[in-house]
């Protein structure tokens, strides 16, 4: 099992950056595939990009492709999501999560951590 805290959200005007964190507990984090996903009050959750284990792998949704750059660090149990070049349809609760399983193969993520608001102005 695996205990997830993300931190790094916050108000920022559009056009500019935040770094997202997520801490993870336990001895195997590196054994699990992480995600970034969003949610807006009143629509489904979005997913945003994900990483695979070594980190030598990233997938995006186009939506945030250029902008955003998914990575980890083993060693310290932690995943980032820089985001640049900010935008108000930006806005949404961030939350991390963790999954086992194949990288080709979507499936279910396991562990999701409480969220962070990333709030963007115009």
């Known amino acids: 099992q695996v205990q997830l805290v993300e931190s790094g959200g916050g108000l920022v005007q559009a056009g500019g950056s935040l770094r997202l964190s997520c801490a993870a507990s336990g001895r195997t984090f590196s054994s699990y595939i992480m995600g970034w996903f969003r949610q807006v009050p009143g629509k489904e959750r979005e997913f945003v990009a994900a990483v695979s284990w070594s980190g030598g792998s990233t997938r995006y949704a186009d939506s945030v492709k250029g902008r955003f750059t998914i990575s980890r660090d083993n060693a310290k149990n932690t995943m980032y999501l820089q985001m640049n070049s900010l935008k108000p349809e930006d806005t949404a609760v961030y939350c991390c999560?963790?999954?086992?399983?194949?990288?080709?193969?979507?499936?279910?993520?396991?562990?999701w951590g409480q969220g962070t608001q990333v709030t963007v102005s115009s």
């Open positions: 999560a963790a999954r086992g399983g194949s990288w080709s193969q979507d499936s279910r993520y396991a562990y």
